[in-house]
T-cell receptor
Framework: KAGVTQTPRYLIKTRGQQVTLSCSPISGHRSVSWYQQTPGQGLQFLFEYFSETQRNKGNFPGRFSGRQFSNSRSEMNVSTLELGDSALYLC????????????FGSGTRLTVV | AQSVTQLDSQVPVFEEAPVELRCNYSSSVSVYLFWYVQYPNQGLQLLLKYLSGSTLVKGINGFEAEFNKSQTSFHLRKPSVHISDTAEYFCAVSVEYGGSQGNLIFGKGTKLSVKP
């Protein structure tokens, strides 16, 4: 079966711009989570959506937002980009239970210049 | 609050030698435990998970982990490593909130470097 698909794979943006990243989960998975990965901070949880509702949220500023559509596809948006937003953004999907574990996509590498 | 500590940031080892990657967690409630592997320029892949039952869990690629509740540890082991095991390994914990999924909390990762 198809895995978790993230688009685009690479992105270069300038400071102050906004960006939208997309994630298509595994068929049947209703939970989509987003993580930011940087060398200094490691994997940090952004938010989780389940059946179009944000169920959990990490400790990120309001410039980071997301949404989930009725087909479980999810987007995350970062407005007013800062240099520190440069990171690998990972999307993960699951059936939505704590014991499921996640299936991760390959990520979107965002570089802010 | 839950937290995960991976005690070694880097572990160098020779090919065919055994390896143990250490993970400790803190939580006031029951947790589910996971190990993931990340190869360069890729996402994370699930190696194994502990939910309940037998404390020794076997995963893919010959890896296994042992859950120790009294020591709040979940160490990952492999009896004989290969060059292809070179990657970064992440320990993670998940907590159930009223029947629904809490977010996965990750450790900082351990870079395993297998030398010929």
């Amino acid at each position: 079966k198809a895995g978790v698909t993230q688009t685009p794979r690479y992105l270069i943006k300038t400071r102050g711009q906004q960006v939208t990243l997309s994630c298509s989960p595994i068929s049947g998975h209703r939970s989509v989570s987003w993580y930011q990965q940087t060398p200094g901070q490691g994997l940090q949880f952004l938010f989780e959506y389940f059946s179009e509702t944000q169920r959990n949220k990490g400790n990120f500023p309001g410039r980071f937002s997301g949404r989930q559509f009725s087909n479980s596809r999810s987007e995350m948006n970062v407005s007013t980009l800062e240099l520190g937003d440069s990171a690998l953004y990972l999307c993960a999907s699951s059936f939505g239970q704590a014991w499921d574990g996640y299936t991760f996509g390959s990520g979107t590498r965002l570089t802010v210049v | 609050a839950q937290s995960v500590t991976q005690l070694d940031s880097q572990v160098p080892v020779f090919e065919e030698a055994p390896v143990e990657l250490r993970c400790n967690y803190s939580s006031s409630v029951s947790v589910y435990l996971f190990w993931y592997v990340q190869y360069p320029n890729q996402g994370l892949q699930l190696l194994l998970k502990y939910l309940s039952g037998s404390t020794l869990v076997k995963g893919i690629n010959g890896f296994e982990a042992e859950f120790n509740k009294s020591q709040t540890s979940f160490h990952l082991r492999k009896p004989s490593v290969h060059i292809s095991d070179t990657a970064e390994y992440f320990c993670a914990v998940s907590v159930e909130y009223g029947g629904s999924q809490g977010n996965l909390i990750f450790g900082k990762g351990t870079k395993l470097s297998v030398k010929p």
